[in-house]
């Protein structure tokens, strides 16, 4: 069963949108997570991460802007989008990074005026 993705959206530059990501507990549980973005014409690339410790990590085109959040309780990821940039645009998937398993349909992000 793969990661349920949710919450993208067409905005305009400085926008704010807020993805959502449901997975199944043997998915969840033990497991660093990670959002993932594929722009148009390129390949699938991590954007942010947070371990069980709720220890982040993000990519150096995001930080400040985005930030990643979890409930181990809920098997529940979020990935907060602030101050959106054209250049966000694309695909957002969640997976885990440890243990990794089926993509996702994802969900669209656009930005654009």
């Known amino acids: 069963v793969q990661p349920v993705e949710s919450g993208g959206g067409l905005v305009q530059p400085g926008g704010s949108l807020r993805l959502s990501c449901a997975a199944a507990?043997?998915?969840?549980?033990?497991?660093?997570m990670g959002w993932f973005r594929q722009a148009p014409g390129k390949q699938r690339a991590l954007v942010a991460s947070?371990?069980?410790?709720?220890?982040?990590y993000y990519t150096d085109s995001v930080k400040g802007r985005f930030v990643i959040s979890r409930d181990n309780s809920n098997n529940m990821m979020w990935l907060q989008l602030n101050s959106l940039k054209p250049e966000d645009t694309g695909a957002y998937y969640c997976?885990?990074?440890?243990?990794?398993?089926?993509w996702g349909q994802g969900t669209q992000v656009s930005v654009s005026s």
């Open positions: 507990a043997n998915i969840f549980e033990g497991n660093t």
């Open positions: 947070i371990t069980t410790e709720y220890k982040t």
């Open positions: 997976n885990g990074l440890d243990r990794i398993y089926t």
